[in-house]
């Protein structure tokens, strides 16, 4: 489904990601770990293309899509949360998922203004798929509120619902467990699970080592922006370097 | 949408009861700008508050809807509607012309390269006397319409009061659409509007090109109704005006739009007492905004009744 060759980003003098190459199958959970700055979060930027890419190809469906712009890439079924909460501060919790819904519907200026029939149709549609989708990502009860007013566990959980609304074939996770409890975490493996599920083949950056290895069909592990490993969950636990760099060496 | 048709009915309401209350000429005439600038600043608001893009030069495109008008009216007796439309596509054709190359600025820069339009529009109303009269002014003919002529300040009221009203309908609509979320999404990350498909850049230019036709089709109504123009129309103050109704009364508020125009508009006649010290009262009324209600009036209201009734 998606195939990275030979990646490379660079900063000025630093090398955030240096030739790496994977494939991802469709309808698997595909992690990337490694260390702190290892370049994980870049080469997500890199795939959404949030960055431009300095070497290297990306393809979706044996189709290039190097440096496309984001837009044009959710146009193609590519989805993605982030890190740092991107969530619409500004605008109801509701409202941040129907603009996950964008692309779907009538966007004109004229149109919004006129209310023509058939827009405000489809926004209703639009508001309660978006309602459903909370409730899918656990956040139902939130529906009615303001992006303002909810939790930051909720929040994290309101960016997958937008994420989703796009309907994407693949959906990149950007640290979906960062900053949440034990009892959360556990809660967002099962979602993910569910999400994958319903066909949706699915990438996360993750630190969450239990949550990774659990969940992952398989692991990209990264270092010094280079791959370090690639494979089960079982392979890379196993991998010699991948001990030594990142899980600590047993002595 | 169910608070914002209480706040229509309000709206309509008060427009509708006005001419009941208001005693004389002059006070109609206040009203009268007070609607006409309301539209501007709408449409101002929907650019800077709801979609995050400052423009300091806002009154620029007021400035040749107003002159636009007038030339095309006095000089060449064009019927007032066909110069107003001309004007409002001349107004839209340039904003689409700057929109591209400006809208890719963000922060100050786009502050400062809006300001720059604003004040090279104003050079050439005050430079090219043969055409605008310069700083002189010109004078501007009546509105009328296939033989029937807005005269009088109730006319003038009607007139205004209906535009006043659809351009809150229109704006209500919008921000309530799909593009209309799109446009807050910009506002609130662009980033995330990115990856969720909005063309950030063609909804920025869009929203941009829409406030400056309805700020060029409001200076035309305006310089008919003025039936004077001076160059202070298109001016730098004009602009700080117009952001500064927006700001006081509310980013991403339309009836805050409305509220804040209404106060700035009346404020210097309250003012006019201190003469040349208007403009340190709306620089002063500004910045204890920004201290006190930085949501503005209309938000900060609205925030105070939702927690007085909890």
């Known amino acids: 489904m998606l195939t990275v060759d030979k990646l490379c980003k660079t900063f000025g003098g630093v090398k955030a990601v240096q030739g790496v190459s994977f494939t991802i199958e469709a309808g698997t959970i595909y992690a990337v770990i490694g260390p702190n700055g290892a370049g994980k979060t870049t080469l997500f930027n890199l795939i959404s293309g949030v960055y431009t890419a300095t070497e290297g190809e990306v393809r979706l469906h044996d189709e290039v899509i190097t440096n496309k ?39 004109g200026l004229i149109a919004g203004m006129l209310r023509l029939p058939g827009v405000g149709r489809a926004d209703k549609t639009c508001h309660d798929e978006a ?3 909370m409730a ?94 690639e494979g089960t969950a079982a392979e890379v636990r196993a991998n010699p370097a991948v001990i030594s760099a990142y899980l600590g060496a047993s002595v | 949408m169910k608070k914002s048709f209480r706040g229509l009915m309000l709206l309509a309401g008060v427009l509708v009861l006005l001419p009941l209350v208001l005693p004389n000429a002059y006070y109609y005439d206040v009203a009268i ?14 650019l800077i508050g709801y979609t995050g893009q400052i423009s300091l030069g806002h009154a620029g495109f007021l400035g040749i ?32 012309l700057v929109a591209r190359p400006i809208l890719k600025l963000k922060g100050h820069y786009l502050a400062m390269a809006t300001l720059g339009l604003g004040i090279i529009l104003s050079i050439v109303i005050v430079n090219e006397t043969a055409w605008t009269g310069g700083p002189d002014g ?71 090109v829409l406030s400056a036709v309805l700020a060029s089709v409001t ?30 009364g509310g980013m991403a508020s339309v009836f805050g739009s409305i509220l804040g125009t209404a106060i700035l508009t ?45």
């Open chain 1, 136 to 229: 899918f990502v656990g956040v139902g009860q939130y529906v009615t509120a303001h992006a303002s007013q909810m939790p930051y566990g909720a929040l994290k959980r309101l960016e997958i619902a937008r994420a989703l609304a796009a309907r994407p074939k693949l959906l990149l996770l950007d640290e979906p467990a960062a900053g949440l409890n034990h009892t959360e975490t556990g809660e967002i493996g099962v979602l993910i699970r569910k999400v994958a599920a319903g066909g949706v083949t699915v990438v996360l950056v993750e630190h969450d080592m239990k949550l990774v290895m659990n969940l992952s069909d398989r692991i990209l592990v990264l270092n010094h922006g280079s791959k370090l490993a």
């Open chain 2, 266 to 310: 009346m404020l210097p006649q309250l003012l006019s007492a201190f003469e040349g010290w208007e403009t340190l009262a709306f620089g002063v009324i500004l910045m204890l905004t920004m201290i006190f209600l930085p949501r503005g009036l209309v938000p900060s209201l609205r925030l105070k009744l939702g927690r007085g009734k909890k």
């Open chain 1, 69 to 107: 712009r984001p837009e044009e890439l959710a146009r193609r079924g590519m989805s993605r949360t982030f890190q740092n909460l991107q969530v619409c501060m500004n605008m109801s919790a509701v409202e941040n998922v129907m603009v996950g819904a964008h692309l779907r519907l009538n966007s």
């Open chain 2, 138 to 208: 010109m004078p501007v003919g009546g509105f009328g319409l296939s033989g029937w002529q807005i005269a009088g300040e109730r006319a003038w009221y009607g007139v205004a009061a209906v535009l006043l009203m659809l351009v809150t309908v229109l704006a209500l609509n919008l921000i309530d659409s799909p593009a209309g979320r799109a446009l807050q999404a910009i506002h609130g990350s662009e980033v995330a509007s990115r990856v969720s498909g909005v063309d950030t850049t063609a909804f920025k230019v869009r929203v941009f």
């Open chain 2, 33 to 46: 700008r007070v609607a006409l600038n309301a539209c501007v600043a709408i449409g101002l608001n929907l």
């Open chain 1, 131 to 133: 309602a459903a989708l």
């Open chain 2, 65 to 96: 809807g107003a002159y636009g008008s007038a030339i095309l009216t006095g000089r060449f007796d064009w019927p007032p509607i066909a110069a107003l439309l001309a004007a409002a596509l001349a107004t839209g054709a340039l904003a689409l």
């Open chain 2, 219 to 248: 200076g035309s109504l305006s310089a008919h109704y003025v039936g004077f123009l001076t160059p202070g129309v298109a001016g730098f103050f004009h602009s700080i005006e117009l952001v500064t109704m927006v700001v006081v």
